[in-house]
């Protein structure tokens, strides 16, 4: 149940700066499965978190400029900013990000 609030941060080049865009939604936290833990160390990652979101709050967050598309980069959570290192629709209304 997706009782915790999370914010997806998007992050767009503009001329010279980089605009942040912030997005705020509802997650669940869990643990990191432990293969997906191993798998990620394995190449240098250390995951922390897996966050489950709606992937329709996901889709939300994605900006098309021109011909390129800014996925979310990176998720705020109770105080903390993490980045994520993987994201991908578990099911038909569930999204799994991984951040370290």
Same mark, same amino acid.
């Given at each position: 149940?997706?009782?915790?609030?999370?914010? !997806?941060?998007?992050?767009?080049?503009?001329?010279?700066? /980089?605009?942040?865009?912030?997005?705020?939604?509802?997650?669940?936290? *869990?643990?990191?499965?432990?293969?997906?833990?191993?798998?990620?160390?394995?190449?240098?990652?250390?995951?922390? !978190?897996?966050?489950?979101?709606?992937?329709?709050?996901? *889709?939300?967050?994605?900006?098309?400029?021109?011909?390129?598309?800014?996925?979310?980069?990176?998720?705020?959570?109770?105080?903390?900013?993490? /980045?994520?290192?993987?994201?991908?629709?578990?099911?038909?209304?569930?999204?799994?990000?991984?951040?370290?």
């Amino acid at each position: 149940m997706r009782n915790d609030v999370c914010v !997806l941060i998007t992050s767009v080049p503009e001329g010279v700066e /980089i605009i942040h865009h912030e997005t705020e939604v509802f997650c669940e936290i *869990k643990s990191v499965v432990r293969s997906e833990f191993f798998a990620a160390y394995g190449v240098g990652l250390t995951p922390k !978190l897996t966050i489950s979101i709606n992937p329709d709050d996901y *889709k939300v967050c994605i900006m098309t400029i021109g011909n390129q598309k800014y996925r979310p980069s990176q998720i705020r959570y109770d105080g903390e900013l993490y /980045i994520i290192i993987r994201a991908f629709q578990k099911n038909i209304g569930e999204m799994e990000i991984t951040v370290r």
